[in-house]
């Protein structure tokens, strides 16, 4: 393991509010103010921990509201964000400027991570757990359909976030749509769109394999 992720644990949570212009090794003073998110990942790559924590300032809070509003648990979103930075900072070799900024990268990471995480817990039962127990599990409010398009292609790019549409079929982009960002049970999918909740789950499922393998297998591989 490199020296910056071994101490990245310790890095992050304690540099996140500093907004001062640091010196680090490697080619000069950096400016958080004026550094680009492309310029910084060039400068991780170099194990520069301050261009780390430059970038987790910047982007913990999107990093965060991402995972917060796919796992539904604030602790479980906090863990999955420190996880996205440490990966960040042993991955950011990956980032390619010709697939999109390195804004979209970082947030397809997250998605990726989270996603996984989701698939986790689903399969451990956490969110059947929790629910029984009328605890643990932290309902969002759901954004309307415009506004999630809108934020969708913000994060994402327009290309992106089509081809996202496009790999899956309409059962399954809506099981995920609205488990994910409406919060809806497996029943109460069903329900609303009057489909077993088997089917739900099988479209829920497949749907997320598709996205893994056709949008998202690539952010975040291991070498």
């Known amino acids: 393991m490199s020296s910056l992720t071994a101490t990245s644990t310790r890095l992050l949570p304690l540099t996140k509010n500093r907004t001062d212009i640091v010196t680090t090794a490697g080619d000069g003073p950096l ?18 921990r301050e261009a780390l924590a430059i970038l987790f300032r910047r982007h913990f809070r999107l990093v965060h509201w ?5 796992l539904r648990n604030s602790a479980e979103a906090e863990d999955l964000a420190q996880d996205v930075f440490l990966r960040i900072a042993r991955k950011c070799h990956l980032y390619n400027s010709a697939k999109g900024t390195a804004r979209s990268w970082i947030v397809r990471a997250t998605y990726y991570q989270a996603l996984n995480r989701r698939e986790y817990l ?7 757990a929790v629910n029984v ?19 969708g292609e913000a994060v994402f790019g327009r290309t992106r976030w089509l081809q996202m549409r496009e790999v899956l079929t309409a ?8 488990h994910f960002f409406e919060g809806c049970t497996f029943a109460e999918i069903g329900k609303k769109r009057n489909q ?28």
Not at 31 to 48: K, Q
Request: with cysteine; aromatic share 10%.
């Open 31 to 48: 400016d958080p103010s004026t550094v680009s998110d492309e310029h910084l990942l060039f400068r991780i790559a170099a194990e520069d």
């Open 66 to 70: 991402i995972a917060r509003r796919i």
């Open 122 to 128: 689903e399969d451990r039962h956490y969110y059947t």
């Open 133 to 151: 127990e009328g605890n643990g599990v932290e309902e969002l409010a759901a954004p309307s359909a415009n506004e999630y398009d809108h934020s």
């Open 171 to 178: 059962d399954q982009w809506e099981a995920i749509r609205m």
């Open 196 to 223: 077993a909740v088997a089917n739900v789950r099988h479209h829920f499922y497949r749907g997320l394999d598709r996205l893994r393998k056709c949008v998202f297998q690539d952010e975040l591989r291991d070498c």
